[in-house]
């Protein structure tokens, strides 16, 4: 039986997640086994659900229980099922509610680079990228484009950041994916240590493009995106085997990161 509890104080500590906790206080870095993330709309929630993350409660508008969260909620045991209507809602949690369905999840333990690129042939990694919009996106295409993995640096944006995984629809939930570097500041090598030739998207004189033959034809290959604006790292440019741009026209020299990663991703992934 659901566990269904009208919203009548918005000072309670149980709805402190949904309105009152940042994201660096849900990632709880000090007791990251304690961590959590929002799930938003139903079919994300559901996407989590799918990939085994344990919901700790919803938030939903009052018309979703018999509606579109129904399965949800049946799917959820006898959590805390919060509700009220939806202006009460968008008062609460400070913004427009998508689909009117939150769910606090717990976090899990990151896997291993091995683990996550066990059996892969494409892979993304985000140098980086600090904007959460861009990461989210990012995970749309390499799931929609035959990425198989993507790796994050630790200045990334954590993909499980609500806006993310709202911008991803809950594709964050099916791609593998970690982070790198945090103990292997030589993570280019240690990618080129698991058999992947490395691409760079950078605007470089000695870049190839896109379509190159020989780049398109690669077993194994980790295509590397830099951060918005200053791009890729010296150091990173320096030791990837190829350096690769996207043929522009109208005086264009560079997309969004997001924009990039999709046109690389149709070219270069695995369809």
Known sequence: MPNIIEITDFSSPELDIYARLSEGQLLNRHEPEKGLFIAESPKVIERALNAGY???????????????????????GDIPVYTASLDVLTKLTGFQLTRGALCAMRRRALPSVEDVCTGARRIAVLENVMNPTNVGAI????????????LLTPACSNPLYRRSIR???????????????????????????????????????DSVPINDPNLMS???????????GDGLADVTLEDCDYTVRIPMAHGVDSLNVAAASAVAFWQLGIQ
Request: glycine share 8%; hydrophobic share 45%; aromatic share 8%.
């Open 54 to 76: 344990e919901p700790v409660s919803l938030l939903l508008e009052t018309k979703h229980i018999e509606g579109e969260a129904r399965e949800t909620i049946s799917r959820c």
């Open 139 to 150: 995970f749309r295409s390499a799931a929609a484009l035959g990425i198989d993995a993507v």
């Open 167 to 205: 911008v991803s629809m809950g594709t964050v939930f099916q791609i593998p994916w970690t982070f790198i570097g945090n103990d292997d500041p030589h993570w280019l090598s240690h990618l080129k240590k698991l058999g992947f030739q490395t691409a760079a998207m950078a605007l470089s004189d």
């Open 218 to 228: 690669e077993e194994k290959l980790a295509i590397i995106l830099g951060t918005e």
